[in-house]
């Protein structure tokens, strides 16, 4: 991509403020912000050979009718200004001329080095670079939108990159990047980018924006220790990310969701006894939601405590009624912790919502079976029998804006190359009926499982799932 607009005033500011340029004093001149910031004169810039055959390649560069004929001129000023730079370093205008040429070739990281080390040596020079550094920033972020959007973040990423090294007083750069290596799982580098946006936001540059686009960044700047906690349990590095959420929970006591998540970092490293203190001041809490109670059950249900995991699942099947994942996870605890008698209703909620399930007619039937029904136990297993597919291992997923449910469709007695049509129906928090989605999964050879996903938009918060099913 190409950063070339512009660049001829700039040229040309930048040759005038050279030519009216005092010797090496230090007096100061108006910045950009009208008065408030005063900038120093700083080293005197001086025009050798090099200095001005890389200022003519630079105009040619910029009158050139493409950027194919651009190229060799930008490649010529890049040698002179190399040159310039090599023979005195301490020259602010071989660097800045080194920059434009830098940027003429999209070296953006060599764009910056001499940018910053010739506002460096000649502070005044903030007053043309910046303009035209924040230009380009914005420029490659634009540039990586649509790659961002279509999810193909090695692109993104390069123009990312190029953003944030020609221009670092802007932090979205940093932080999409952070995002990108985190949901990447390319851990170092995600923290690498938050400690250098939480770096940002410590230092001195948040004072130089205007208040709404600080207000902005620091709302993007809440969210950094979350971020750099979840990568680092992501990454398996759980003692760091213990202390992380200890210090978030002890400055946000009443956050529910950071409480909870330290308490399964502490049963991922092994603490259980600790965690389940948690969980249990958690139930003590009041005014939990369906998906508290759900998050709580599984931390119980990962230790092996059942009693208190089927209780914490019945909370939230009984808040959200329609929410097959957690009403499975009730059943599966309830026979876990072999309170068979209060499993067969709570199994046949199960196969209501989800009619095609192997293992929910499995564990109704062992249920029945423990409390001495065996008669009613063989006709519910012979169910079994009757089901062309299975459909296993189900889970939903919401985000604002509706929820996805993925699974996989097993072939049990159906023709082999045929399809299963599954109609799924969302729910809201009251149970009401939000819509529906139809998926279409091809049925495999007998044993054989193909895996599906289904995304299902709604305005109103889902709740809970349940779906039919034809062959055929």
């Not at 800045?96 to 000649?122: N, P, S, T, V």
């Not at 006709?379 to 929820?403: K, Y």
């Not at 159906?414 to 149970?431: D, I």
Request: aromatic share 8%.
């Amino acid at each position: 991509m190409k950063i070339r607009d512009g660049l001829g005033l700039a040229l040309a500011l930048g040759l005038g403020l050279t030519g009216c340029a005092s010797g090496g004093g230090s007096a100061p001149a108006t910045g950009p912000t009208g008065g408030a910031n005063l900038l120093a004169q700083g080293e005197r810039p001086r025009e050798t050979e090099n200095t001005r055959a890389a200022e003519g390649h630079l105009e040619a560069a910029e009158e050139a009718a493409s950027a194919d004929q651009a190229r060799p001129l930008y490649e010529q000023a890049m040698q002179s200004g190399q040159a310039a730079v090599a023979e005195d370093p301490t020259n602010p205008l071989a660097h800045r001329l080194a920059g434009f040429a830098a940027l003429g070739l999209e070296d953006y990281q060599a764009a910056g080095q001499h940018f910053d080390r010739a506002q460096e040596l000649r502070p005044i020079y903030e007053i043309e670079l910046a303009p035209v550094r924040e230009q380009a920033y914005i420029d490659l972020y634009q540039a990586a939108s649509p790659y961002l959007q279509s999810g193909d973040f090695t692109q993104a990423v390069g123009f990312l990159e190029g953003a944030n090294a020609v221009y670092p007083d802007r932090p979205e750069a940093l932080i999409t990047l952070a995002q990108i290596h985190g949901q990447e799982r390319n851990h170092d580098l995600a923290i690498q980018r938050i400690d250098e946006a939480i770096a940002f936001f410590q230092s001195d540059r948040m004072e130089d924006a205007d208040l709404e686009t600080a207000a902005a960044w620091q709302e993007q700047a809440d969210g950094l220790p979350l971020m750099r906690a979840q990568v680092l349990a992501d990454a398996g590095r759980y003692e760091e990310a213990a202390v992380s959420y200890r210090q978030m929970v002890e400055a946000d006591p009443s956050n529910i969701a950071l409480t909870q998540d330290l308490a399964a970092i502490l049963m991922q490293m092994g603490n259980e006894a600790e965690a389940l203190e948690v969980y249990q001041a958690l139930l003590a809490r009041p005014s939990l939601s369906a998906q508290d109670y759900y998050r709580i059950g599984v931390g119980f249900y990962q230790a092996s405590d059942y009693e208190r995991a089927a209780d914490a699942f019945g909370e939230s099947a009984e808040m959200s009624r329609m929410d097959r994942d957690a009403i499975e996870m009730w059943a599966r605890s309830l026979q876990l912790d072999s309170a068979y008698a209060a499993v067969p209703p709570v199994a046949e909620r199960w196969l209501e919502l989800d009619p095609a399930s192997q293992i929910a007619i499995t564990v109704l039937a062992q249920a029945v079976n423990a409390t001495g029904d065996a008669a009613r136990a063989g006709e519910i297993i012979r169910r079994v029998d009757a089901l062309p597919v299975t459909v296993n291992d189900l889970q939903m997923r919401r985000f604002e804006g509706g929820a996805e449910v993925t699974g996989s469709v097993s072939n049990l007695t159906a023709e082999q190359g045929s399809r299963v049509t599954l109609e799924f129906t969302f729910y809201g928090p009251s149970s009401e009926r939000l819509g529906t989605a139809r998926q279409e999964v091809p049925i495999r050879a007998p044993g054989m499982s193909e895996v599906f996903q289904v995304e299902f938009s709604s305005e109103q918060p889902v709740a809970g799932y349940g779906y039919t099913y034809t062959t055929g």
